[in-house]
T-cell receptor, first 110, second 111 residues
Framework: GQQLNQSPQSMFIQEGEDVSMNCTSS?????WLWYKQDPGEGPVLLIA?????ELTSNGRLTAQFGITRKDSFLNISASIPSDVGIYFC??????????FGKGTRLSVIA | DADVTQTPRNRITKTGKRIMLECSQT?????MYWYRQDPGLGLRLIYY???????NKGEISDGYSVSRQAQAKFSLSLESAIPNQTALYFC??????????FGDGTRLSIL
């Protein structure tokens, strides 16, 4: 099946630092989504991208839909302890279910 | 997301037992999904349903079955549980061309 390559797998950063993670695919997607999962909970949608080249922000989070439609990145500025969790990218083609990356586990050191 | 409710939240059972995980939603979405999460492997799709009469296999459907009893209910069954089905299971819902919304998961342990 389709696969998304999400990197890095894990990150340890100091509070206040900026974070960047990305997803790449060999297939074209027409939707890119970014989710965050806190311990003991289900993934929660952070940002949805529907158009190639689109750059969207949600507070300290910014995500972009790559021009080739095969990649997306998520940036978090000025990280805080509550940013800890697992971040997932997901892509969708047409009417098919989402394909998820394997996640980036973020740890923030105060 | 309280609009997508999974029961039970935790379950420990023995190899060979039949298990049913239930999912109900109050979002009025037509589409429902079951995923499995294992450490380092992300979310893998087991089954999905686009409406009450529609059931589709996902990436890892072997050993699982589902039932869409109503628009709001989608249950996942393990007919004869085995230890490598120990995982975190998530139900999700969506409308056409809209992002998926997830429940809080069921942690299943098979001894």
């Amino acid at each position: 099946g389709q696969q998304l390559n999400q990197s890095p797998q894990s990150m340890f950063i100091q509070e206040g630092e900026d974070v960047s993670m990305n997803c790449t695919s060999s297939s074209i997607f027409n939707t890119w989504l970014w989710y965050k999962q806190d311990p003991g909970e289900g993934p929660v949608l952070l940002i949805a991208l529907y158009k190639a080249g689109e750059l969207t922000s949600n507070g300290r989070l910014t995500a972009q839909f790559g021009i080739t439609r095969k990649d997306s990145f998520l940036n978090i500025s000025a990280s805080i302890p509550s940013d800890v969790g697992i971040y997932f990218c997901a892509g969708q083609q047409g009417n098919t279910p989402l394909v998820f990356g394997k996640g980036t586990r973020l740890s923030v050191i105060a | 997301d309280a609009d997508v409710t999974q029961t039970p939240r935790n379950r420990i059972t023995k190899t060979g037992k039949r298990i049913m995980l239930e999912c109900s939603q109050t979002k009025g979405h037509d589409r429902m999904y079951w995923y499995r999460q294992d450490p380092g492997l992300g979310l893998r799709l087991i089954y999905y349903s686009f409406d009450v009469k529609d059931i589709n296999k996902g990436e890892i459907s072997d050993g699982y079955s589902v039932s869409r009893q109503a628009q709001a209910k989608f249950s996942l069954s393990l007919e004869s549980a085995i230890p490598n089905q120990t995982a975190l299971y998530f139900c999700a819902t969506s409308d056409l061309n809209q992002p998926q919304h997830f429940g809080d998961g069921t942690r299943l342990s098979i001894l």
